[in-house]
């Protein structure tokens, strides 16, 4: 289910499907009673609007960049193009092609678009500064941040007549804040920690959503698993771990999603997810990772529902000097603490971390 606010949602039913608010707000009432404590408000409005045959994820008119949500199809927007990055080809056992990104903004947010195969050819015809026109894209889930991808049907025009797009600045490059761990702050983003790793829990494994890659569950009393955007789907699988890390001013709970983890382990997708039905098999690499002095990068979460903060790691690096990151450590305290801005390091995805730039989840699970 998309993550709309529940006003946002009931105009829509109420203005496609040509009932009053009092009439939603009564049928909302009757699902929510039906389904007592089985479901939220939100969801008891998807509900009434598939049986009024309200379309919720297809949007209409144009948007605004702080308006996406993952799920939506069909979309339009204006933007400035902020910054482009380099097209790639990429090629894996599933299938191969190439794809291409670049930056834009407006007055109300950022977002990374996506371009994929023959769209790539429209990322040459752009440049920075230039304003562009978006229609019939879709949005996308990537690490809890909105992306907009093109398919072939998609259509990008470049400084259409009249459009002016007033827009955010890019955010900048080239370095980050290293930080103690007792020095975090739940606003902290972009920011490097260089820690030992204490406690290594067992990956737990998930069933998500081929198409938009949310998570999914099995139907009550069936094996068949149902996407509230995409319904019935053969569900793929994805993967968190859950560490603790210590600098000695402080330790920290760091949650690494697949991409980390691979990072982290050194292991192919085919060892990774051997755990699911030999959890057994990761004892020996809980053993190896203990003591292990490993820089992150990453932003601060609160988790509400525990209470805590965590460190949501966006990089990995193993391969670290300890004696080069101690200097580092030390010449922060002979500065009382003074925050220490560091060049970021290449990474193996050439990805920039940042909190309106957004890595790329793994290519064979994008949709064209």
């Known amino acids: 289910m998309i993550n709309v606010p529940f006003d946002v949602v009931a105009s829509k039913i109420v203005e496609e499907a040509g009932i009053s608010r009092d009439e939603l707000d009564s049928k909302v009432n009757q699902k929510l009673e039906q389904l007592s404590g089985l479901i939220s408000k939100e969801g008891a409005a998807h509900i009434v609007a598939n049986e009024l045959g309200v379309n919720l994820l297809e949007a209409k008119g144009l948007l605004k960049i702080k308006d996406l949500v ?209 959890p057994d098999a990761f004892e020996d690499f809980k053993t190896d990772l203990l003591g292990l002095m490993v820089k992150l990068v990453g932003r601060v979460n609160k988790n509400e529902m525990f209470d805590r903060v965590e460190f949501v790691a966006g990089l990995v690096f193993k391969d670290v000097n300890p004696d080069e990151e101690i200097k580092k450590l030390e010449k922060e305290g002979s500065s009382e603490k003074k925050d220490e801005v560091v060049k970021k390091e290449e990474s193996s995805s050439d990805e920039p971390i940042d909190e309106d730039l957004l890595s790329l989840e793994d290519l064979e699970e994008e949709v064209e």
């Open 70 to 278: 993952p799920g939506l199809k069909g979309v339009t927007i204006n933007g400035k193009v902020l910054r482009k990055y380099e097209p790639r080809s990429f090629s894996n056992e599933k299938r191969s092609g190439r794809l291409a990104r670049f930056l834009v903004g407006d007055d109300s947010g950022i977002v990374m678009v996506v371009l994929w195969n023959d769209q790539v050819d429209v990322h040459e015809k752009i440049k920075e500064s230039d304003v562009v026109r978006i229609k019939d894209c879709y949005v996308k889930d990537n690490n809890g941040r909105s992306e907009i991808h093109l398919n072939e049907s998609a259509g990008l025009e470049v400084n259409p007549e009249g459009v002016e797009v007033e827009s955010k600045p890019a955010p900048q490059q080239g370095e980050r804040v290293r930080k103690k761990i007792s020095e975090l702050s739940e606003k902290d983003s972009d920011v490097e920690v260089f820690a030992t790793i204490v406690q290594v829990f067992d990956p737990k494994f998930f069933e998500v959503c081929p198409e938009c890659n949310k998570r999914v569950k099995a139907e009550e009393g069936s094996d068949k698993f149902l996407c509230p955007a995409h319904g019935e789907v053969k569900p793929g699988f994805g993967v968190v771990l859950n560490l603790f890390v210590d600098d000695g001013s402080d330790n920290v709970r760091v949650v690494l999603w697949k991409n980390q983890v691979l990072a982290l382990l050194g292991v192919d997708e085919d060892k990774l997810f051997s755990f699911r039905d030999k």
